[in-house]
């Protein structure tokens, strides 16, 4: 006679049963925790601040935070980030993508972005797993502003530290270029936003929170992950 096989919350999907420790999970995901655009809010006053005389520590910072209301050259946004999306209730858990980051200025003068997401290992936070998601394509508004359709993300398992099981979901993405921050040669360094949607399978759910894109100076040491947008860190490893 064959050996019973028990439910597990890391069997791949689909399943049987939704195991306790998914429920668990998806509780925490839709619970009605602090508004996640509260800090997208702070991060867009905070950055809007610095007009007028400077100190020399002001300058300092200055020097690594842009608060114009001009778009980045499209050069200068260009680029491979880690992408940290993190989501109400479990913000300390998020999932991370590696992003290529492509933006184009057309001769009319409309600005857009194209995004690739390669999943890494919630593991050790550097290992790509998984088909990469995209590329996505966005437009974005004169003022710097841009809300994505909806993006579906297929992340894997080894990816995703909640749920620990291959998922999919469909998330917009809402951010404003025009805060952001560069570094002394206007290379842009980070930039973030909010984000809501949809988790599509193994159950459905709704979803929202933030994410953050870092700029990924050398492929072989990633910067430690932060989930919003006043540079919150991630939960350790």
């Given amino acids: 006679m064959p050996a019973a096989v028990s439910a597990s919350p890391f069997s791949p999907s689909p399943f049987p049963r939704c195991p306790r420790a998914l429920i668990a999970v998806l509780a925490a995901l839709g619970s009605a925790c602090a508004d996640p655009g509260a800090k997208f809010d702070e991060f867009l006053a905070r950055t809007a601040d610095a007009g007028g005389e400077q100190t020399t520590e002001q300058e300092d ?18 680029g491979t980030y880690l992408s940290v999306t993190s989501f109400t209730g479990a913000p300390l858990s998020p999932i991370l993508n590696r ?22 290992a919630f593991a050790d936070r550097m290992t790509q797993v998984g088909s990469p998601s995209g590329p996505f394509e966005t437009a974005v508004q004169a003022d710097g502003e841009y809300i994505t359709d909806p993006l579906r993300f297929d992340t894997p398992g080894r990816a995703n530290p909640l749920l620990m099981i291959d998922s999919l979901s469909d998330l917009s993405l809402h951010g404003a270029l025009t805060k952001r921050q560069e570094d002394e040669n206007g290379k842009v360094t980070f930039f ?29 040491d990633y910067p430690e992950p932060v989930i919003n947008c006043s540079m919150d860190p991630a939960g350790s490893l």
Avoid: H
Wanted: glycine share 8%; proline share 6%.
């Fill in 61 to 78: 910072d200055a020097a690594t935070s842009a608060s114009d209301q001009t778009l980045p050259d499209p050069e200068k946004l260009t």
């Fill in 99 to 120: 992003l290529e980051l492509t933006a184009s200025r057309s001769g009319t003068g409309d600005y857009a972005l194209s995004m690739r997401f390669q999943p890494l």
């Fill in 192 to 220: 973030c936003g909010t984000l809501s949607g949809q988790l599509v399978t193994p159950l459905t759910q709704t979803l929202t929170g933030t994410f953050t894109a870092q700029r990924i100076g050398d492929s072989s």
